[in-house]
Each structure stands twice: as C-alpha cells, then as structure tokens.
C-alpha cells in the first residue's frame, strides 16, 4: 500500500470517527449553542483538538513505520490522484457553502449555520480521502 494511500485511510478514520462523535452526540446534546454561541466552541474546540492530537501521534507513528515510503516524494501519479480528489473536494465545499452561506441566513438560525459549515467541511475532507484512496485501489490515475 503507497504511503499516501495509508495516510488517507488514516484521515478518513479519524474523521469520521471524531466527528460522527461531535455530530451524532455532543453537539445535539447542547443543541448547538442555541442560548449561547460560545457553547459551540466548548463542544467543537474538544473535539478537534483530540482529532489535533490523533492526526499528529498517528501521522508520526505511520510515517515511522513506513520511514522509506515516508521519504519518497510524489510521483506523478500521486499527484493526479490527489489534484483529482481535491477538485471534487472542492466543488462539494463550493457548492456546500454556497448553501449554507447564501441560503442559510434566511431560513436558519446562526448556530444552525455555523455547524453546517463545519459539516460541510468535514464531508469535504471525507470525499477527498475516500477519492484518494479509490484512485490507490483503481490501479491508475487515468
């Protein structure tokens, strides 16, 4: 397995598990900071500081046990896969934010929007690993 495609498995579990949790529990159980906007940043700021610490020990420990592959800088290929990735990434989040951003103050209270660009951005992130590592499994870049 490329080094690159071990680094999005990574990302794509640590994703969804950290924030499956802020979303599916400790969000809703504040209702995301309906009386205080602040109660966001006690709920989310955990959150993704735990996601912080997890990406940063595992990042290492991967890279360690792959120190040859750690070293190899991208071939071409990898980078196709990445920038073919990243530019679905990209119109999701466009298209998310457009959403939420635009649409969003008319109909949604702050809070409500505030979240749902966190959530945006973390699909984003989930697509673009879940891409990466189809273009790993897929055999080419092409």
Same mark, same amino acid.
């Given at each position: ?8 498995? *990574? ?22 900071? &309906? ?16 996601? =912080?610490?997890?990406?940063? +020990? =595992? ?7 792959? &120190? &040859? ?11 196709? +896969? ?15 934010? +457009? ?6 103050? *008319? ?30 499994? &897929?055999?080419?870049?092409?």
């Amino acid at each position: 397995m490329a080094f690159h495609e071990k680094m999005a498995w *990574f990302t794509l579990i640590s994703f969804t598990v950290t924030y499956a949790i802020y979303f599916g529990i400790a969000a809703p159980a504040v209702e995301f900071g &309906r009386n205080n906007m602040l109660d966001i940043v006690w709920t989310f700021g955990p959150v993704a500081a735990v996601h =912080g610490l997890i990406s940063g +020990i =595992g990042s290492a420990a991967i890279a360690i046990a792959a &120190r &040859r592959d750690a070293r190899n800088m991208a071939d071409e290929r990898d980078h196709a +896969i990445d920038r073919k990735a990243t530019t679905v990434a990209y119109y999701i989040m466009l298209t998310g934010m +457009i959403l939420v951003g635009v649409a969003g103050p *008319f109909t949604l209270p702050p809070y409500k929007i505030v979240n749902l660009s966190l959530a945006v951005i973390v699909i984003c992130q989930i697509v673009h690993d879940a891409l990466v590592i189809h273009g790993y499994r &897929r055999g080419s870049h092409g």
